[in-house]
Each structure stands twice: as structure tokens, then as C-alpha cells.
């Protein structure tokens, strides 16, 4: 049998695989995405949150079937705190808050609409 190869052997310099895999290389900063938008609701919000402009807390819960409030403050915080949202509070009795896409969550939904292309080219 002949040897085995490994991703030492790939013709990458040392410097190159060192950018990619170091704590500061792209494939750190890729898994801190991920775990941005990870999550079963997130993805759901941050679509219906592209569909419409901003959005109250009822109407994402009329339009994600199964999402209960707890799970939609949950993630509606965890959302605002990786400024992928912000929520607007108008400051009024009786109280009115709304959400829309920050600049940075409108710059990642080209990627997660290329990540759906490609999840519907890749066989399962």
C-alpha cells in the first residue's frame, strides 16, 4: 500500500496554512459567524427582518410559526448583541419597539442567501 497523504503534504507554504488555521486565520473568523447566526430561530428572524424594514416582537411571532416570546427575546438579544440588528425603542406609552437589520446583518445576507444556493446545488 502506498502513503497515506495528510494536509501537511498539500503544497501550501507553512505561512499560507498559518493565516487559514491560527487563531486570528480565516477559519476562526468563519466559526464566529457561524456562531452568530446559529440558533433555530435566528436565520428565520434575520430572513423576515430582510423581507420587511423593521418589525415588532407580535409580528414575528404571527409570522414563525412554533417560535415562543421567550425564544424570540432570547435571540432578538443575541442578535442586537453581534450588531447583526438593532432595536428601536420610540420611547412611548404604551410601549413600542421594533427591529430592523443593522448595516452589518444587511452586508451578511448575500452570504447566507449564497450558502442557500448552495445547499440546493449539493446533493444531501
Not at 502506498?2 to 503544497?11: A, L
Not at 443575541?78 to 437589520?101: M, N
Not at 452586508?107 to 440546493?120: G, N, T
Amino acid at each position: 500500500m502506498g502513503k497515506t497523504s495528510t494536509h501537511q503534504n498539500v503544497p501550501v507554504p507553512a505561512d499560507h496554512r498559518a493565516a487559514c488555521l491560527g487563531p486570528d486565520g480565516t477559519a476562526e473568523h468563519v466559526i464566529r459567524v457561524i456562531r452568530m447566526i446559529q440558533g433555530r430561530w435566528k436565520l428565520p428572524i434575520l430572513f423576515r427582518l430582510f423581507a420587511d424594514p423593521s418589525i415588532r416582537s407580535s409580528e414575528f411571532l404571527r409570522d414563525i410559526p412554533g417560535i415562543s416570546q421567550k425564544m424570540l427575546t432570547q435571540h432578538l438579544r443575541e442578535l442586537e448583541a453581534s450588531h447583526l440588528i438593532e432595536r428601536i425603542d420610540f420611547d412611548e406609552k404604551p410601549l413600542r419597539v421594533e427591529y430592523r437589520l443593522s448595516a452589518q446583518g444587511r452586508k451578511l445576507m448575500p452570504f447566507i442567501f449564497e450558502a442557500a444556493r448552495f445547499s440546493v446545488g449539493h446533493p444531501e
